[in-house]
Structures are given as structure tokens and as C-alpha cells.
């Protein structure tokens, strides 16, 4: 399926920029908007009819990230069966990793890593609304190196994709970061951006599969290889698995498949764990990034063309032949029927996404940043003092609250 469903959407619009994106109907139509406030941001968001009963049903949340505004997005339901569009700033919010054992999220931003720790306890309710409220507990300072995706490995180390660097790193106590591995065509570790790696796949707690622009090893090399240069590599034995994609982005591993975005032609993909075989399961009219997965249905982010154009790419062709126009947001894909059975579309300020992830088990998340002053009269502490000893033992997890 090419496209959406041809069917009527609903709308509501971001209550603020520092807060909840309240829907509220209104009488006599079908459109859901929130009263605008003075640092409300300039989006209009429509979305699918069906997204709340997806959402209720399936029991999850979503979260993805926009960089270019530096915003991290959480989709939610409220108790009044209204759709919750959360927003906090983070700048150049890129990728995502969220744990559901622990309630962790992970986010990669411009120089550094931020893990979150959902603060309520089961049962309890913030603002009446939220079932979850993520604060920013630790920071991991990189620098700048262009990280892209992120992922917890079997030791809770943070693994990402330095693409500066052109290699997989994981955090360091002392320096930016500590290379883990890198292509064999990487000929050394240098801040040029050469093959644009972008994209990484965990197996079992481990680095598995990677994605490239393309195998060049001289400073930004890549670019002149964005229309058929892309590839996928096993990072297990160093070999490529899939040459000739477009862009590619988001490696997931789910159920044991392997999926990619060939976003410089617009397809959600699945790729021969043995042959390296591409088989295209769905076609979004978007440059393709962010990619999730839940009971069977795959959430793929879709982002408008820089400059208003997608010079160099079939995916040009691809809208034209469909007499489609590309659009920012997510689509929501069931890999049995392979089509479209939800979507939410964003227009205004917010025209590029970069990472999806799905929240289980969660209803109506928020999270915290610094902007605002809530984080600081976001207090928590451990309660369970009934273990508890002066100084610590070593394995003492311990959390003092003061003021």
C-alpha cells in the first residue's frame, strides 16, 4: 500500500511547547484542538481516526525524536480517551532506547547521552494525566560526534553509532568515547564522516548488524553515493550482507527477521539473514528514519526533504509516479497485510524525525527537561529504609531527597 488509508482524519493541535499536547473535542465536528498558549509551537498534527483504539489495544505509548528542532515527542492516551502529543526540548534529539524492565529511556542529543528514570510508582498519576513521568538522571558527555543510533548492551553499557568517527563506541569514564569496531574499509578513526554510518541492530545484548551511505573511506565520501551506495553489514564477522540500498537507516532485528529503511526510495524493508535478499513490504512518502516494532506492526518515522527536494534519489520519482507529496511523521504498518493501518502526520515547524521507540505498557507518558522549572520541584526518593545502613554498602541503592 502506497499510502495512508483514504480515510477521514482527525486533527488537534500541541498545547505547548514545554508541555502536554491536551486534545479536546469539540461539539459538532471532528476535529480535536487545545486552547493555544503564548510558547505553544507553530504544529498542526492530523492523525488517523484509528490511533487511539491502536494505542488502547496494544497497551503502549510512542516516542520519537525530531533533531533539527531538538524536541523528544510522547504519544499517549488521556482518561478521557483524548490523544496526549507530550514534547520536551532536548537539543538535536537523535536516538532512542528504551527499556521496559527497568522503565529506562536513553537519548542521544548534540554532545551528550541522557538516561531517564520514570519517577511514579505503579499506580500513581501526575497532573491527573500521566501514568509515567521520565526524568533525566544521569548525562554521558561525548562531544560532538554526530552520534546516531543508540543501544543498552548485555553489561548496560551504552553502544552507539559515532558517525564522525565512523565507527561503533561505547561510553568512557575519562575520554569521548571508546571505538568498539569499525568497517573494514575504514582505513582509521578520523572526524570526517566518511561512509556516514548511521544505523545499528542488537542481537541478544549485542552489536549485530550496522548500516552505511556508502563504503567510502575519504572525508565525506559519501555523499556522492546517496542514491545506490547504501549497505548493510554483519558486525559479528565484518562482511557486508546487502549492498545497493539508498540511504538506509534503522537496522531492527524482530522475531528474529531483519528489517532496514531504504529511505532514499521511501521502503520499509526486509532483508535474507542468509542472502542478503531485499524484499520491500511497504512504500511511506517520506525519507525514511526511525523505526519500531510492536504485535506485529512496524512504526516507521518519515521526514520531508531538506532544501524541498529529494534531488539524486529514486524516491522523487517514486512520490511523482504515485502523484503523492511527502510528508513528516509516522506510520504505523501491519507486517501481515503489509499495509498501513494508522498514521500521524506533522505540519509546521517540525519537518524532520529521526528515531522511534514504543513504550509498553504505558498509557500517557511525560517526561521532564530543563526549560522549565518543574524539574526542579521533581523530588523522589527511596522510601524502603528498612535495609538501609550508614555509609552505604557497596551495593547500597540508596536515594536521599533534600530541601
Known sequence: MSGPKDIKASKLKTKRAQGAGKATPQKGGNTDKAAPEKSETKLDITCSPGIVRWLIRNKC??????????????????????????????????????????????????????RFENILLPGNIADDTFDKCYVPRQSFVTGNVLAHDIALDAGGRIIFVNTAYSC???TDPVHSFRPLWKPHFISELAVEDRCHLNGLAMEDGHPRYVTAVS???????WREHRSDGGLIMDVTTDTILTEGLSMPHSPRLYRNDL????????????????????????FCPGFLRGLAFHNNNAIVGLSLPRDNSFAGLDLDAALTSRDAEPWCGLQIINLQSRE?????????????????????????????????????RAISFERDFAEMTYPPTADADVALATG
Open 168 to 170: 561503533l563506541a561505547v
Open 61 to 114: 505509548s510512542l516516542a520519537f525524536t525530531s533533531y533539527k528542532t531538538g524536541k523528544l515527542f510522547l504519544i499517549g492516551v488521556m482518561k478521557t480517551g483524548a490523544l496526549s502529543f507530550h514534547q520536551r526540548n532536548f537539543d538535536r534529539a537523535m536516538g532512542l532506547w528504551t527499556d521496559p524492565a527497568s522503565q529506562r529511556l536513553y537519548l542521544g542529543t548534540l554532545h551528550q547521552f541522557w
Open 259 to 282: 528489517y532496514v529503511l531504504d529511505a532514499g526510495r521511501g521502503h520499509l524493508c526486509q532483508i535474507d539473514r542468509k542472502t542478503g535478499a531485499v524484499d520491500r513490504i511497504a
Open 340 to 376: 498501513t493501518v494508522e498514521w500521524l502526520r506533522i505540519q509546521g515547524e517540525v519537518d524532520e524525525l529521526y528515531d522511534v521507540a514504543v513504550l509498553p505498557n504505558v498509557q500517557c507518558p511525560m517526561a521532564l527537561d530543563f526549560v522549565e522549572q518543574g524539574i526542579q
Open 215 to 221: 563504503r567510502t573511506d575519504a572525508a565525506a565520501g
